[in-house]
């Protein structure tokens, strides 16, 4: 746990939440919300910016062509992927970009956050490094075949295509090394309890943080 919060003492606390493509992160979160716990949407964020922020516009523009955007000027997702995903550079020179500004765009809504925790939740939380400027992390999990079968009816994509985008990922066992807390969604855990459990013991470490 870093100590970025417990320095601040009644900001709530940064929780960083993520999982493997087909884990259950979104489950999960809508399950926080239903806590009232806020949730800030990294992944939605930076679709945002290549939406309405300028001067990502003409970056991605003169990177990949104006065919990037679609003709209502939303960006051609697939079309993204499939670039950046197949050239490092891209990949590198993108995140470059967009990551600051999501970490911009979270701290202009985490100011305006009350209450013992919010969630950010990214499907790249320790891939970009964001995890380090988290007070915890909580890390949704579920075995690779489970997450291969649910993305194939959720996404109507072929399992070769979901472990394609696997492979853009960290590995479970990595990102374990580095979670607070791990949520086991594997259909046979009940999530709604270790959510739960883990709202619990994080509300505690908030009040230990705000009264010490
Ligand atoms: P991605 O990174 O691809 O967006 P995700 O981690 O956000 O994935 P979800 O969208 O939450 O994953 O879940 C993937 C699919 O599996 C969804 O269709 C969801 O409804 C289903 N799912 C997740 N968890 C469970 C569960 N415990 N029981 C039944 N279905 C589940």
């Known amino acids: 746990m870093s100590n970025t919060s417990l320095r601040n003492r009644r900001l709530p606390l940064k929780v960083?939440?993520?999982?493997?493509?087909?884990?259950?992160?979104?489950?999960?979160?809508?399950?926080?919300?239903?806590?009232?716990?806020?949730?800030?949407?990294?992944?939605?964020?930076?679709?945002?910016?290549?939406?309405?922020?300028?001067?990502?516009?003409d970056e991605m523009v003169r990177m990949f062509g104006p065919e990037i955007y679609l003709p209502g000027g939303e960006i051609h997702r697939s079309l993204l992927a499939s670039v950046i995903f197949n050239n490092p550079r891209a990949l590198e020179a993108v995140n470059r970009r967009i990551h600051p500004l999501v970490r911009e765009a979270f701290a202009g809504w985490f100011v305006t956050q009350t209450g013992p925790y919010v969630l950010f939740e990214s499907a790249l939380l320790f891939e970009t490094g964001t995890w380090k400027s988290m007070d915890l992390t909580l890390l949704v999990t579920a075995p690779e075949e489970l997450r291969i079968h649910r993305v194939t009816r959720r996404d109507r994509v072929s399992p070769a295509e979901v472990t394609a985008r696997m492979n853009h990922q960290w590995k479970d066992v990595q990102k374990k090394e580095l979670a607070s807390y791990i949520l086991l969604n594997d259909e046979a855990h009940p999530l709604l309890d270790q959510i739960l459990d883990t709202d619990q013991k994080i509300r505690k470490i908030w009040e230990i943080s705000a009264n010490g």
Do not use: Q, W
Not at 20 to 35: D, E, M, P, V, W
Not at 37 to 56: C, K, M, Q, W
């Open 16 to 57: 960083g939440i993520t999982g493997g493509i087909g884990s259950g992160k979104t489950l999960a979160c809508r399950i926080f919300t239903t806590l009232g716990i806020p949730v800030f949407n990294a992944d939605r964020a930076a679709r945002d910016l290549y939406t309405s922020h300028e001067g990502v516009r």
